[in-house]
C-alpha cells in the first residue's frame, strides 16, 4: 500500500487526505500549527491518523508521495529534505485531478479570478447543468471529488496550487490577468510569477480552450513566447476580435463571438458595475458558450448575479455613508480596481502585510477619488510616504483593529461619501484571513 502523506491540515489538506483514505492508501497528515476544530471532526470521521503543532520528520519523510497545501513556501525545510531525497510533491488540485472524469473550467489570474469563478459556476447553475464550486473558493475539490459527483468543475485556481501541479489538465483554462502579486514566493521575480500562473495551460489540447485578457501586456508577452495547442480566445475593452468578446463602445455592449455565433449582452444589463467587472463578464461568457449554454441563460445570468462576499460587498448605509467590503482585494491591482468604480468621495481603508507593494499606480486615483486615509495595520510606513503628501497627514489615521478603523472612517466621512475597506494587502498581520477582515469590518459597521 503506497503512503501518502499530506502536509498541512485546512481545507485544502484535509480535502486530499480524505480523498487518500477513499482511495486506500496508507495516509498521514501533519500540521505544523493548530488545526481547527472542524477539521479535527472530519479527521476524526475518516479515522485519519494526524498530528499538529509540528513534524515528525520520520513520518513524513517515508512518504511516497506528498501533497503539500498551498500556504506552505517551497522554502521550508521540511519541503527542502523532502524534495532533496527525491520525494514527488503534488498540490490537492493535481491529487484530485487523478481521480475526476468530470468537465473542469479553470480560473487563474492576480485579480478578479474570484469573482469570474463565481459567475461562471452561477451560469453552469443556471443552465440546469450538475456544477462543483472548489479549488480556491468553497469546499476542498479534494473532498468532492471523494465525497460527492459532478458534471463540472469550476475551479479558481491561485498560483501556489498550480506550483505543484504538472498532468492536471483544465478543458477551459482561463488567465484574468497578471499584475505583481505574491512576488515574495516568487524570488522577487516576477517571470517566475508568470511562468507559475501559466501552468494552467501547460497541458492543453486542440480541442481545449485558453480564455485570455489580450489587454494585458505581461499575459501577451508571455504568449508571445510559448506555443499552445487550445483555441485561443481572447477578451478586450480595446480592439475588436474574430473570435473572443470585445467591447462595442458606441453601442454599450459586449460583443462575444464563438465559433460561427455572435452574441450581444448590453452593459447596462450587467450585475457588476466597473471596468474590471466588464472583464470578468467577457471570460464568463466565454466559458458559458464554450460549454454550449444558450444567449438567453448567458443574458439572464449576467443580469441576476449577486456580487461575492468580501469582494466589493455593499454592507450598509449609515447616515448617507455607503460603507464597502472589499477585503478580498489583497493586491495594489485589486485595490485600484475598487477605487477606479468609486463614483462618491471615498474613505480608504488599507493596509495590512504588504508584499512587495508599488503604491505609485495608485497616486492618481487617490488624488481623484480618495479624502482621507485609514490605515490597518502593525507598520503603515509604506504607506504614509506613498499618500501623506497627496491627502496630507491630517488626513491620514492609524488603526489596528476593524473597529478602531470603521469609527475612525466614519469621523472622516460626510454625507454621500464611501467608507472603502480595499486593502491592498494581505491579511496576516492582524486577521486570520482576509475573510476573518472582512467580517469583523461587516461586525464593527453594524456597531456603529
Request: glycine letters at 6%.
Amino acid at each position: 500500500m503506497s503512503r501518502i502523506v499530506v502536509l498541512g491540515g485546512a481545507e485544502s489538506g484535509v480535502g486530499a487526505a480524505v480523498l487518500a483514505k477513499v482511495k486506500g492508501f496508507d495516509v498521514f497528515l501533519s500540521d505544523n500549527g493548530k488545526i481547527k476544530e472542524e477539521y479535527l471532526e472530519t479527521l476524526r470521521q475518516w479515522d485519519i491518523p494526524f498530528e499538529q503543532g509540528g513534524h515528525t520528520e520520520e513520518l513524513v519523510l517515508n512518504a511516497d508521495e506528498v501533497v503539500k497545501s498551498p500556504g506552505i513556501p517551497s522554502t521550508a525545510p521540511l519541503v527542502r529534505k523532502l524534495e532533496a531525497q527525491g520525494t514527488h510533491i503534488i498540490s490537492e488540485i493535481e491529487f484530485a485531478a487523478r481521480y475526476d472524469t468530470a468537465k473542469k473550467i479553470c480560473i487563474t489570474g492576480s485579480n478578479g479570478k474570484t469573482t469570474t469563478t463565481s459567475i461562471i459556476h452561477y451560469l453552469l447553475i443556471q443552465a440546469g447543468l450538475d456544477a462543483g464550486l472548489g479549488g480556491n473558493i468553497g469546499k476542498s475539490y479534494a473532498l468532492q471529488v471523494a465525497t460527492e459527483h459532478h458534471d463540472y468543475y469550476v475551479l479558481e485556481i491561485s498560483s501556489f496550487q498550480l506550483d505543484n501541479c504538472y498532468d492536471f489538465r483544465p478543458d477551459i483554462a482561463i488567465i484574468t490577468n497578471i499584475t505583481p502579486d505574491h512576488l515574495d514566493r516568487y524570488e522577487y521575480k516576477m517571470e517566475n510569477y508568470v511562468k507559475s500562473k501559466f501552468r494552467i495551460t501547460r497541458n492543453l489540447r486542440p480541442e481545449d480552450c485558453f480564455i485570455f485578457d489580450s489587454d494585458d501586456a505581461i499575459t501577451i508577452e508571455h504568449l508571445s513566447k510559448i506555443v499552445l495547442q487550445a483555441r485561443m480566445l481572447p477578451f478586450t475593452q480595446n480592439d475588436t476580435v474574430e473570435q473572443g468578446a470585445f467591447l462595442d463602445k458606441e453601442n454599450g455592449k459586449i460583443v462575444v463571438r464563438y465559433e460561427q455565433d455572435e452574441t450581444d449582452i448590453y452593459l447596462k444589463d450587467l450585475a457588476l458595475g466597473g471596468k474590471h467587472n466588464i472583464y470578468n463578464s467577457m471570460a464568463a461568457a466565454l466559458a458559458a458558450k464554450a460549454t454550449g449554454i444558450d444567449d438567453e441563460t448567458i443574458r439572464r445570468s449576467l443580469k441576476t448575479f449577486q456580487p461575492i462576499e468580501h469582494r466589493l460587498e455593499p454592507v450598509l448605509s449609515i447616515r448617507d455613508v455607503l460603507y464597502i467590503n472589499d477585503s478580498k482585494a489583497t493586491n495594489v491591482d485589486s485595490a485600484w480596481y475598487a477605487l477606479e468604480c468609486q463614483t462618491s468621495p471615498v474613505v480608504w481603508i488599507v493596509g495590512g502585510k504588504d508584499k512587495g507593494n508599488d503604491y505609485s499606480v495608485l497616486e492618481d486615483l487617490v488624488r481623484e477619488k480618495v479624502k482621507a486615509i485609514v490605515c490597518l495595520g502593525i507598520d503603515n510606513t509604506k504607506i504614509h510616504e506613498a499618500f501623506e503628501g497627496i491627502v496630507g497627514a491630517d488626513r491620514m489615521v492609524d488603526t489596528h483593529s476593524a473597529r478602531e478603523a470603521v469609527e475612525c472612517a466614519s469621523r472622516f466621512a460626510a454625507p454621500g461619501d464611501v467608507v472603502l475597506l480595499s486593502p491592498c494587502c494581505a491579511s496576516f498581520d492582524l486577521f486570520t484571513c482576509y475573510e476573518d477582515r472582512g467580517e469583523k469590518f461587516k461586525e464593527a459597521v453594524r456597531s456603529l
